[in-house]
T-cell receptor, first 114, second 111 residues
Framework: DTGVSQDPRHKITKRGQNVTFRCDPI?????LYWYRQTLGQGPEFLTY????????KSRLLSDRFSAERPKGSFSTLEIQRTEQGDSAMYLC????????????FGSGTQLSVL | DAKTTQPPSMDCAEGRAANLPCNHS???????VYWYRQIHSQGPQYIIH???NNETNEMASLIITEDRKSSTLILPHATLRDTAVYYC????????????FGQGTELSVKP
């Protein structure tokens, strides 16, 4: 068990560019979540998957955001046409559905949009 | 919006018990109380959760009032490594992990 892994740890991009983040959950976990966190605020829920199915998306997830979990293992979060307001920490978490909301979080990807 | 209210900050002396309060007066009968903490530059870490009985694990104790409208997280012997933001969250298990984080309590453990 190596924990939840996120890549990259830091990403700097120019406004208008596309970015993609990857999350590798704990191997036996069937649920995977994406959160976003800005400075001084708690994490905000974006979306979650059970296996490969995306079961819920927050209204925060505009049409510029897309998340996939193609084989029910790793997940990617893509942001198209980035804006300065997208600058934040993007956190991934995973859990096993039978043990309630005990989520295991990765260390996040810090996105800076210039 | 978060369903909990927590003080924005607290201090605690190293070696003493840290008691972090949380108000959740609108909690529903099927909602659990969860506590997570976030150390600077890391993702949140699960601490403990409970429904109505008090709970204890290797990290902390959770005391829930009989009416379930408030709870207290107790770190029995705080260390400098316990300095973090502590989040109290109420969640219905069937929400499938959509935890709503508030702003939490920033706990500073001082030598």
């Amino acid at each position: 068990d190596t924990g939840v892994s996120q890549d990259p740890r830091h990403k700097i991009t120019k406004r208008g560019q596309n970015v993609t983040f990857r999350c590798d959950p704990i191997s036996e976990h069937n649920r995977l979540y994406w959160y976003r966190q800005t400075l001084g605020q708690g994490p905000e829920f974006l979306t979650y998957f059970q296996n490969e199915a995306q079961l819920e998306k927050s209204r925060l997830l505009s049409d510029r955001f897309s998340a996939e979990r193609p084989k029910g293992s790793f997940s990617t979060l893509e942001i198209q046409r980035t804006e300065q307001g997208d600058s934040a920490m993007y956190l991934c978490a995973s859990s096993f559905s039978s043990v309630g909301e005990k989520l295991f979080f990765g260390s996040g990807t810090q996105l800076s949009v210039l | 919006d978060a369903k909990t209210t927590q003080p924005p900050s607290m201090d605690c002396a190293e070696g003493r018990a840290a008691n972090l309060p949380c108000n959740h007066s609108t909690i529903s009968g099927n909602e659990y109380v969860y506590w997570y903490r976030q150390i600077h530059s890391q993702g949140p870490q699960y601490i403990i959760h409970g429904l109505k009985n008090n709970e204890t694990n290797e990290m902390a104790s959770l005391i829930i009032t009989e009416d379930r409208k408030s709870s207290t997280l107790i770190l029995p012997h705080a260390t400098l490594r316990d300095t973090a933001v502590y989040y109290c969250i109420v969640s219905n298990y069937n929400q499938g992990g959509k935890l709503i984080f508030g702003q939490g309590t920033e706990l500073s453990v001082k030598p």
